[in-house]
C-alpha cells in the first residue's frame, strides 16, 4: 500500500529553468509534508516543509505547495542550477505518528 | 558538531546470518529512527527509539530489532537474514519524537545477503 507516491522516476531540466517535481498521497490524514533531497553516497537531507495548514511555502529557490483536496504536493526549484542534480523524496507524516511514510524519490539532471 | 555517523558502510552477509549495525547521533539528539531503503524505493520506517525505549515500529517482522544506548548511540540487529534483507539501511537522529525538520540522516550502511 504505497500511501505516498512519486510517478515520475526521473526528470531532465536545462539549467536556469524551472524544475517542478511531483507527489501525490492518499491518507488524507497526513498533516505534515517534506522534501528531501539525496545525493550518492549521502544520506537525505531536509529541504523543505509544509503543514496541512497551508497551501504553500517558500525558501530561496525552492518553492512547496499543497493541494489538499487533489492530495497533491509539488516543488518547485527556480532557477535549476546543476548542484541541484540529485534523487529528491517527498514525506508525509500523521499527527502523532512516529514515522515519516517516503515516496519513491524521482532523479532529477540539471543539463547545462 | 558531528553528524549522523553509520558503520560498517558496507556488508556482505549470506542468508540465514545475523548483522549488527551501528548509528552514531548527532550530539545532543535523544531519538533515532531506522529506516530501509530497497533499491528503487524510498525509505521504510523500521523503528524508532526515544531516550532508549522502542517509541514506534513500522510493519517489520521481529527479526528486525534495536536497541538505544544512553549516550543516544543506536543498533540495527537483523535475524536470520533473508535475500530481500539486501537494502541500504539509514539512520536519522533528531532532538525529540516529531522534530521531522531537523532530522539528519546518516550515510547509510548498504548490506548484501547471498
Known amino acids: 500500500d504505497q500511501q505516498v507516491k512519486q510517478n515520475s522516476p526521473s526528470l531532465s531540466v536545462q539549467e536556469g529553468r524551472i524544475s517542478i517535481l511531483n507527489c501525490d498521497y492518499t491518507?488524507?490524514?497526513?498533516?505534515?509534508f517534506l522534501w528531501y533531497k539525496k545525493y550518492p553516497a549521502e544520506g537525505p537531507t531536509f529541504l523543505i516543509s509544509i503543514s496541512s495548514i497551508k497551501d504553500k511555502n517558500e525558501d530561496g529557490r525552492f518553492t512547496v505547495f499543497l493541494n489538499k483536496s487533489a492530495k497533491h504536493l509539488s516543488l518547485h526549484i527556480v532557477p535549476s542550477q546543476p548542484g541541484d542534480s540529485a534523487v529528491y523524496f517527498c514525506?508525509?507524516?500523521?499527527?502523532?505518528?512516529?514515522?515519516?511514510?517516503f515516496g519513491q524519490g524521482t532523479r532529477l539532471t540539471i543539463n547545462p | 558538531e558531528t553528524g549522523v555517523t553509520q558503520s560498517p558502510t558496507h556488508l556482505i552477509k549470506t542468508r540465514g546470518q545475523q548483522v549488527t549495525l551501528r548509528c552514531s547521533s548527532q550530539s545532543g539528539h535523544n531519538t533515532v529512527s531506522w529506516y530501509q531503503q530497497a533499491l528503487g524505493q524510498g525509505p521504510q520506517f523500521i523503528f524508532q527509539y526515544y531516550r532508549e525505549e522502542e517509541n514506534g515500529r513500522g510493519n517489520f517482522p521481529p527479526r528486525f530489532s534495536g536497541l538505544q544506548f544512553p549516550n543516544y548511540s543506536s543498533e540495527l540487529n537483523v535475524n536470520a537474514l533473508e535475500l530481500d534483507d539486501s537494502a541500504l539501511y539509514l539512520c536519522?537522529?533528531?532532538?525529540?519524537?516529531?522534530?521531522?525538520?531537523?532530522?539528519?540522516f546518516g550515510p547509510g550502511t548498504r548490506l548484501t545477503v547471498l
Open positions: 491518507n488524507s490524514m497526513f498533516d505534515y
Open positions: 536519522a537522529s533528531s532532538l525529540g519524537r516529531f522534530r521531522w525538520d531537523e532530522q539528519f
Open positions: 514525506a508525509a507524516s500523521l499527527q502523532g505518528a512516529q514515522k515519516l511514510v
